[in-house]
């Protein structure tokens, strides 16, 4: 079997689990998140939305550290993996610290004392997720997002449920750190009992340096990556009111359920198999404008249909209150689309290993980021939310001229590869435009849509072959029927 089938094999098992584990959890945690929007206020999804912002900043020195580093060791051993676990459990320990008594400085800031337990509730989650990273680890080198699903959709069943009766009971914010805590007890103890790998709890100074070395850029720059992402939410809930904090909150977590979680689902898988060919640099532009292709022909017709139907979408799923949320839904919709090619191009960082590239890449974004930051800082929400826009046009242009740099790929070729997918998503986007004329009833507007919207852009792309659709589904298919 050649080395190309072999990879295209692994990408398309990984990726349709890797898919299925993602969609699972996040259809059932959608579906309490509407029920839970119904019994609760914007105002409790803003308070909880200001404390993940610190907890999230904190996860990430984990996530995109150490379980990275021994993803890209080809060599790794149980030693590299004890050591790591020690390392993973000490910074969640002192993470946790550090918010527990950081909390009233916080509340005092958003003038709010509800903010102090609920972040020292929350922050918990810093020590319960440090015991998950290793298996999270050993099933990603595996390439094995089948187990991470089934772990992850109990959880998400059983915390969902744990949050819907609380929220039915006690009808206020605890209700979802109830269920934000459930979620990731539930998870990590599957994914240690699923995992069936075991290792002597040791710690090697001389493979802490190793791992270190490669990390500690990564670290920083995920870390100046996130503190910026999340600055947004941190200023609205400051400027603006927690209730719209809430709205921009909502339209942010549709954004991720309807188009973000596929790019990094499919990132995610593409991890390893850029590390497996980090010394062709051909086939590293291969594997990279193959995955970004797939990629855009699922987000590009989701994020144009959601824009159009945005305002049915809202108001039927959410109810009347939460209307404004469909205005900002609008506005950050169209970052996915220039988000999508700066997260595969980020990738290219962790495969070659020049994660000194990553960090200056980082700063010189944010230098960017922080001069649009400040002059629409006094705007309105809307013109708030449209500096983000410009922002990630900016980084889109600099995360392309570094992996330009690294594997020659250039912001033509990617641009070029994903024109056809983009122009399919405008035609399917005008035709779904049309329901307005039709009919004026949401219900219809919605349901009349989609239907439109899937059926015309399946007959696009089957009829122009685009991004090898036909090629891909029978390989998609075919896996799905061994």
């Known amino acids: 079997m050649s080395d190309n089938t072999n990879i295209k094999k692994k990408a398309v098992k990984g990726v349709a689990w890797s898919a299925i584990e993602r969609f699972s959890v996040q259809g059932v945690q959608f579906i309490i998140s509407i029920i839970l929007a119904r019994l609760l206020t914007p105002s409790d999804f803003g308070l909880v939305a200001i404390v993940l912002v610190f907890s999230t900043i904190f996860q990430a020195i984990n996530e995109s550290g150490f379980n990275t580093a021994l993803v890209h060791k080809q060599d790794r051993d149980n030693l590299d993996f004890s050591t790591a676990f020690v390392t993973n459990l000490a910074i969640g320990v002192i993470s946790y610290c550090i918010l527990f ?57 059983i915390s969902g449920l744990a949050g819907i009766v609380s929220a039915y009971y006690i009808k206020n914010v605890y209700a979802i750190v109830i269920q934000y805590l459930a979620y990731n007890i539930v998870y990590v103890s599957l994914m240690w009992m699923f995992v069936k790998y075991s290792f002597n709890v040791r710690f090697s100074t001389e493979r802490f340096k190793s791992l270190w070395n490669y990390a500690y850029k990564l670290i920083l720059a995920r870390l100046i990556y996130l503190i910026f992402d999340d600055i947004y939410s941190l200023a609205i809930g400051k400027l603006y009111t ?63 249909g959601l824009m159009v139907l945005s305002k049915p979408f809202i108001t039927v799923l959410l ?35 020049k994660t000194d590239w990553a960090l200056q890449s980082e700063i010189v974004k944010k230098m960017f980021f922080i001069l649009i930051f400040l002059i629409t800082l006094n705007s309105s929400l809307q013109v708030f939310l449209i500096g983000l826009i410009i922002i990630s046009i900016l980084e889109m242009l600099y995360d392309t001229y570094f992996a330009k740099k690294q594997i020659g790929v250039t912001l033509f070729e990617q641009l070029k590869s994903l024109l056809p997918v983009l122009l399919a998503s405008a035609v399917m986007g005008l035709l779904v435009s049309f329901v307005y004329f039709i009919t004026s009833n949401i219900y219809f507007q919605l349901i009349i849509g989609v239907i439109i919207g899937v059926v015309s852009y399946t007959f696009i792309c089957y009829c122009f072959d685009i991004s090898d659709f036909k090629a891909n589904v029978t390989i998609f298919l075919k896996s799905k029927i061994r």
């Open 101 to 157: 008594f950081l909390a009233p400085l916080i509340a005092k800031f958003y003038e709010n004392e509800n903010l102090i337990n609920v972040m020292r509730l929350c922050s918990l989650s810093l020590i319960i997720n440090a015991f998950g990273l290793i298996p999270m680890a050993v099933f990603t080198i595996r390439v094995d997002f089948k187990t991470q699903a089934r772990a992850s959709f109990t959880a998400a069943v």
């Open 242 to 304: 927690p209730a719209q904090l809430g709205f921009y909150n909502r339209a942010n977590s549709f954004r991720q359920v309807s188009s973000k979680n596929i790019i990094n689902i499919v990132q995610r898988v593409s991890v390893p198999l850029l590390c497996e060919n980090q010394k062709d640099n051909l086939a590293m532009v291969r594997v990279h404008l193959k995955f970004m292709k797939a990629t855009a022909l699922m987000v590009f017709p989701i994020v144009t």
């Open 319 to 353: 109810g009347e209150k939460w209307l404004p949320t469909a205005d900002l839904f609008l506005l950050v919709c169209p970052i996915e689309f220039f988000y999508l090619i700066s997260t595969f191009n980020r990738n290219i960082y962790n495969a070659t290993g």
